[in-house]
């Protein structure tokens, strides 16, 4: 009995829950580091984590047990954590039974495999003297100090892995180039590439497949004037393009425009003007040195017309040589040694499909009961561009075994469900050499009967355990129901078609000036009258000093002028060369997943907004709405309106009047602006939800707008069911600082289209609306701390009026609790839905646990009478912080996992700005205190 008592005491508990979230909290920053690979192997799929999670059942069912008999106010408690070790046990099964994979399904290719693992045994061989270049190095990386001993490969072409060329080993990055002797032209048709040498403009025929490249033109330094592709070697230094046409046997006639350093060039100029022959094209140009990227600590492997060379970087400087078999090479970072084993020009890559070398490991890839053929893929595109909206495989599912033929459109979000199977549309491959394919989440889950039991019965056991302890202390319950106003009766300006969507030109203007110029005024010129101004007048465009460079590394190393802000498209175009090279690289490094140095991000803002105004200047922006397109009038008029009175800017001002009325006691005209500002920031919301016809949260912008709502609609539901203002004080408070953030920070807060896993607006309105609704509990309980450590350190509080205080944070912060919890595991339903994995340890959905799991500690404690009133309020507080690190971290500052979509960089100085002023707040306080208590 003794060691039930210990194993499900509350201390023990405590201990678990810290450092759960503590283990949680270092693996998501060494994740940011080093990789998700490095935190699935080292901890979420690890023995020891296993074992740790071993511990919280144990825990958890002592904890029931221990209460023994049981009476009626045990049965919310008894029924929680039988749901939760239901979860768990889900957890354990799916981890233990489930099977989850990949495969990669080529266009009238059949399938019945998936594979498990992204390890697997390769061996390279020297192909034939005639055989197609595929530079390829197998190497070890040694340390004795680190007790390292790593081999790896690089393969230039990998078809099953984009990556080969690239590896990352701890803080060591490797990675392979080639380097055309001369600049290549490459066409991918029918599965296979076919290199022309830029040299000549003859025809040349494509062997066997019945096509002809015609009418090749090449310009090493290519520049657009008059919609003409010219070469302009005086003002351009180094932007490689070429110009051809395609034509068959029948006389059909495909004509292309291809850019080296920007592949998304083309839609300057329209693009193909037509799309026959499902080509791939691209271009490959060896650079010049002095246009080579920024160097950063690392090793590159380089393979040049035959020979093969090294480019070693350390802190202690940069080595070169030439490379040979069986060299030993110092790499300069502390004691560590490249052996190259090994060096191939024309490698092949025989691949072994079995187990992998660790004891108790699975099989490489499974058989399936069915086989899947892919007949078509499609990305289909927001009208007038490139991003997708969806992606959609028509597929045909056979089991032979059974006599069952299914014709099946699987879809983004729709998966096919078949004997305990789902496939899942995961991703996609538009590849020149090999084609389209899909690549498809393969999962069966048998525990996700379980998983989903167990959250419910968790559901049920909070609301019996807060039914039996009224969460009120009068146990009244109440709905507060808002009045939602829409703004009618303005007249809309020309409607076009942009960044796939319709919209005034008012936003199109407004956005682009916000993008190029950084503001939505110009010098006193209002954004519609400027842009349009300038999309009628290419010349003045041209020497317009209006794109705005503010970081000042990039101005020096592109040879600008650091001390100048703003910048013409002709000062920009000379430097193309050097601007793209830096977006290859970060493209490369996202397309690894692996985040860009800030360098290389204010390269592509740069190069967004150079293409904002050629696209200007060329007249190909903003598009003209077809005719055949259904247009809204309405919505444009509600756009036109948001532009012009900006009801969130509008809704913050009343709320910090609200906050400065709340001292003077002023209760009527108190209410009369915060319901002023409760109808603005309403209007704002809903006219963003009319003009998008989806839920408000899709972006970082939208969810702080959204959050900051529901942080006033919980304080007016406590004010109301408390008989006190005081909630809506705090929370004017911390909602106007809110709306300053969502304004300070660098977000767009453009209504623009989503990306496709987020098409389901079921899923965002019960998800990511009920998470970002436990935001704003927990900021409306924050609000709430400050005052109640203010009071404190002066004396202010009776002992009565410190308990209701302290009541109130302790029953919003269960309230919030309640929230992320539930939208937590809504999350993971979703997940399982899209993709079939109910929880893959995420950065977002962890920092999401480790939230729950800091609130879940005040909550234990307040229970179990362990906190005091002022540490309940400091707990609020600093919870907040983590709320900060779940909310705006996660995406501003680790950068990875799933929820990229949401991703962004910038704005961390407020964000320190805030956490100096916390700091500032809470030392202030600590020191009042003791100071009284002496």
């Given amino acids: 009995m003794f060691l039930v008592k210990f194993f499900g005491s509350l201390r023990f508990a405590l201990f678990l829950i810290g450092s759960l979230a503590l283990i949680l909290t270092v693996s998501t920053w060494l994740e940011s580091a080093y990789g998700t690979p490095f935190a699935q192997?080292?901890?979420?799929?690890?023995?020891?984590f296993d074992v740790f999670l071993g511990f919280f059942a144990l825990n958890i069912f002592c904890a029931a047990v221990s209460r023994y008999p049981y009476k009626k106010h045990h049965t919310g408690f008894v029924v929680t954590h039988i749901g939760i070790l239901i979860?768990?046990?889900?957890?354990?099964?799916?981890?233990?039974?489930?099977?989850?994979?990949?495969?990669?399904?080529?266009?009238?290719?059949?399938?019945?495999?998936?594979?498990?693992?992204?390890?697997e045994t390769k061996t390279l061989t020297e192909g034939a003297e005639n055989g197609p270049f595929n530079p390829a190095i197998e190497a070890t990386l040694s340390s004795e100090m680190a007790g390292m001993d790593q081999p790896f490969m690089l393969i230039a072409n990998d078809p099953d892995n984009p990556h080969s060329a690239t590896k990352q080993i701890g803080p060591a990055r490797f990675e392979l180039k080639t380097v055309p002797a001369v600049p290549l032209l490459k066409i991918g048709y029918a599965g296979k590439i076919y290199p022309i040498p830029l040299k000549e403009s003859t025809d040349v025929p494509l062997e066997n497949t019945g096509l002809k490249i015609r009418n090749i033109r090449y310009y090493p330094s290519a520049k657009i004037e008059n919609k003409t592709l010219i070469n302009a070697a005086d003002t351009v230094r180094f932007n490689p393009a070429a110009e051809f046409e395609v034509v068959d046997d029948?006389?059909?006639?495909?004509?292309?425009?291809?850019?080296?350093?920007?592949?998304?060039?083309?839609?300057?100029?329209?693009?193909?003007?037509?799309?026959?022959?499902?080509?791939?094209?691209?271009?490959?140009?060896?650079?010049?040195?002095?246009?080579?990227?920024p160097e950063a600590p690392g090793f590159t492997f380089l393979f040049k017309e035959g020979r093969w060379s090294y480019v070693s970087r350390s802190s202690r400087g940069t080595a070169t040589g030439d490379l040979t078999a069986?060299?030993?090479?110092?790499?300069?970072?502390?004691?560590?040694?490249?052996?190259?084993?090994?060096?191939?020009?024309?490698?092949r890559i025989t691949k072994t499909i079995g187990k992998i070398e660790t004891e108790g490991s699975r099989p490489v890839s499974q058989t399936l009961p069915f086989s899947l053929t892919l007949k078509d893929f499609r990305k289909v595109d927001y009208p007038g561009t490139t991003n997708p909206a969806s992606f959609e495989s028509d597929v045909v599912l056979r089991d032979g075994q059974a006599g069952v033929t299914l014709d099946r459109t699987i879809k983004m979000n729709e998966p096919l469900d078949y004997k305990g199977w789902r496939v899942f549309q995961a991703s996609y491959i538009l590849s020149p050499e090999l084609g389209e394919a899909s690549v498809f989440s393969v999962a069966k889950n048998p525990g996700i009967v379980f998983i989903y039991s167990g959250a419910l019965v968790i559901l049920i056991g909070v609301i019996l355990l807060f039914y039996l302890h009224p969460f009120f202390k009068n146990g009244s319950t109440a709905a507060i129901v808002l009045a939602c106003l829409l703004l009618a009766g303005c007249s809309s300006q020309d409607p076009v078609r942009h960044n796939g969507r319709v919209k005034p030109f008012d936003s199109f203007a407004r956005q682009t000036l916000r993008l190029v110029a950084g503001s939505?005024?110009?010098?006193?010129?209002?954004?519609?009258?400027?842009?349009?101004?300038?999309?009628?007048?290419?010349?003045?465009?041209?020497?317009?000093?209006?794109?705005?460079?503010?970081?000042?590394?990039?101005?020096?190393?592109?040879g600008m002028p650091v001390e100048k802000r703003y910048f013409s498209s002709q000062d920009i175009r000379p430097r193309l060369g050097k601007i793209g090279v830096l977006v290859q690289s970060a493209k490369k490094k996202r397309d690894k997943d692996e985040r860009p140095s800030k360098l290389e991000q204010k390269a592509e803002l740069l190069y967004t907004q150079y293409v904002t105004v050629e696209k200007l200047i060329q007249g190909t922006s903003p598009q003209p709405v077809p005719s055949a397109e259904t247009i809204r009038p309405s919505a444009l008029t509600v756009e036109v309106l948001v532009n012009r009175f900006k009801p969130f800017e509008l809704a913050a001002v009343f709320y910090f009047l609200v906050f400065?009325?709340?001292?003077?006691?002023?209760?009527?005209?108190?209410?009369?602006?915060?319901g002023l500002a409760l109808i603005a920031h309403t209007a704002g919301i809903v006219a963003r939800v009319f003009i998008l016809q989806r839920p408000p949260v899709s972006n970082m912008y939208e969810s702080m707008i959204f959050m900051n709502w529901a942080l006033v609609a919980f304080a007016l539901g406590f004010a109301w069911l408390r008989k006190n203002t005081l909630p809506l004080v705090a929370g004017s408070a911390a909602s106007g600082l809110v709306m300053l953030y969502a304004n300070l920070l660098p977000l767009d807060p453009s209504l623009d289209v989503l990306v496709p896993v987020l098409r389901s607006n079921y899923w965002l309105s019960v998800h990511v609306m009920t998470v970002v609704s436990s935001y704003g509990a927990f900021g409306l309980a924050m609000a709430l701390g400050h005052r109640h450590l203010f009071l404190n350190a002066f004396g202010k509080l009776t002992p009565r009026t410190e308990e209701e205080s302290?009541?109130?944070?302790?029953?919003?912060?269960?309230?919030?609790?309640?929230?992320?919890?539930?939208?937590?595991?809504?999350?993971?339903v979703w997940a399982n839905e899209s993709w079939g994995r109910f929880w893959g340890w995420d950065p977002k959905e962890t920092w999401a646990l480790i939230t729950t799991l800091a609130y879940l500690i005040v909550i234990h404690l307040k229970f179990a009478k362990k906190i005091s009133h002022f540490y309940l309020a400091i707990a609020s507080v600093l919870g907040f912080l983590v709320v900060l690190m779940t909310w705006y971290g996660v995406n501003f500052v680790l950068g990875r996992g799933l929820h990229s979509y949401g991703a962004g960089s910038g704005g961390m100085n407020w964000v320190i700005y805030y956490l100096i002023g916390e700091t500032i707040f809470l030392g202030y306080i600590f020191f009042r205190k003791f100071r009284m208590s002496s």
């Fill in 87 to 119: 979860l768990l046990f889900g957890a354990f099964l799916a981890r233990a039974t489930g099977v989850e994979g990949q495969m990669t399904l080529f266009e009238n290719k059949e399938k019945n495999r998936i594979l498990l693992q992204r390890f």
């Fill in 520 to 558: 939505e005024n110009w010098r006193g010129q209002s954004a519609g009258s400027l842009v349009k101004d300038l999309s009628q007048n290419p010349s003045k465009t041209e020497n317009l000093e209006w794109i705005r460079l503010d970081f000042e590394e990039l101005k020096s190393h592109l």
């Fill in 326 to 347: 069986g060299q030993k090479i110092q790499t300069g970072w502390m004691d560590m040694t490249l052996d190259v084993k090994k060096t191939f020009a024309r490698a």
């Fill in 250 to 293: 029948r006389g059909r006639v495909e004509r292309h425009t291809k850019f080296f350093l920007f592949p998304h060039f083309p839609s300057l100029r329209g693009g193909p003007s037509n799309n026959i022959f499902d080509l791939g094209v691209f271009l490959e140009v060896p650079a010049p040195d002095d246009l080579a990227e």
């Fill in 660 to 674: 400065l009325l709340g001292f003077f006691k002023r209760k009527k005209v108190l209410l009369l602006f915060l």
């Fill in 41 to 48: 192997r080292h901890f979420y799929q690890s023995i020891w």
């Fill in 806 to 828: 302290a009541d109130l944070i302790y029953r919003i912060i269960q309230l919030g609790t309640i929230l992320i919890g539930t939208g937590t595991v809504l999350g993971g």
